[in-house]
């Protein structure tokens, strides 16, 4: 059997771009050599967030989180989606001055966000210490159980016709045709190499490197923390070139659960715990809320993020190929942009115009030395 579309991994992007394809009456097969969200969708945070550190990173991430809010109502009450927020920590006056810039960005942008001071951010989260300087509040921010929320765009992909072969590996993506491990072959209009940081396997052109992470959870300890909580030095931690680093990042789950982030290593293939990673991220964690020390944990993981050169995801069709599409290297932000890719994924293969510009993106950008 000959498909409209063959999407390689089943993941949330992956996921996405099933479930958009599939409602717009094209048929589509998944393919993962797992399962579904079994890869870097299981070991990340789940958090929705519009970013600005560059415009094309901000339009992405706003369009997608437009789109998630847009199916809150629809998702099961098991995908655990609350509009909890967004505080952008800041701990001196330098960085109440990058609070500014941010909240003159945002709103000059169409998204609404509040400085806090030094007594607002206390009074609205007790658990940070004293003496921090204040922050940005951005409400419309949420957070999401993205396992089961994958599960969901999977499913309504398979209501509209859409199947999943899962436990079997793709060796190999040309114009028309996915080749498997097991030497089988599946028929394809369009290919759409979804793979996250295996991208690469499959279309070696593509520059994605993989970045470990090490993520923590509690026991449960309702109303210890009651939005998504990030130090202002996050973005350069999570957007440095070299070397190890880490950075305060916490998210309150639905169940009173404390969600502990986070870390980033280059040059690290194994899946193990790095303990002096994870004593550095939770002391920088504590330097902003002490209290955190007296939470029992009850989980330590790691996975791997898909980093490109200019932390910008590659979407849209490969170069020198009629109808081979790249839906990879979404780094940290995979969840937050997930339903913004499929999006321009799914405009690119109908031809239709997409709400924001998809060259930022494109698979045939160069990259700067620098």
Known sequence: MAFDVAIVGAGIVGAACAASLSSSGLSVVVIDANGVATGTTAAGMGHIVVMDDSEAQFALTNYSRKLWNDLAAELPGTSEYEFCGTIWVAADD?????????????????????????????????????????????????????????????????????????????????????????????????????????????????????????????????????????????????????????????????????LLGSSRQFCSDDTEIDHNIVRRMTARAFEYMPRLKDLSTVRIWTGFRPATPDNLPYIGKLPDHDNVYIAAGHEGLGITTSLGTAELIADAILGRTSAISSEPYSPSRVFSEH
């Open 94 to 258: 330098e960085e109440i001055v990058e609070v500014r810039r941010k909240k003159d960005f945002y709103e000059n942008h169409g998204v609404k966000a509040e400085i806090l001071d030094e007594n607002g951010l206390r009074q609205t989260e007790p658990n940070l210490r004293a003496g921090l300087a204040g922050g940005l509040l951005v409400e419309n921010d949420s957070v999401v159980y993205q396992l089961c929320a994958t599960r969901f765009l999977m499913d309504r992909a398979i209501r509209d016709g859409a199947e999943t072969h899962t436990g079997k590996r793709v060796v190999e993506i040309k114009e028309g045709v996915v080749t498997l491990e097991n030497g089988d072959f599946i028929a394809a209009g369009n290919v759409i190499n979804a793979a996250g940081f295996a991208a690469t396997e499959l279309s070696p052109g593509l520059k994605i490197v993989k970045r470990k992470g090490h993520l923590v959870i509690t026991e449960r300890y309702p109303g210890f923390v009651s939005h998504q909580l990030i130090e202002l030095g996050y973005l350069k931690s999570a957007h440095g070139k070299d070397g190890d680093s880490v950075a305060f990042n916490v998210q309150p789950r639905s169940t009173g659960q404390v």
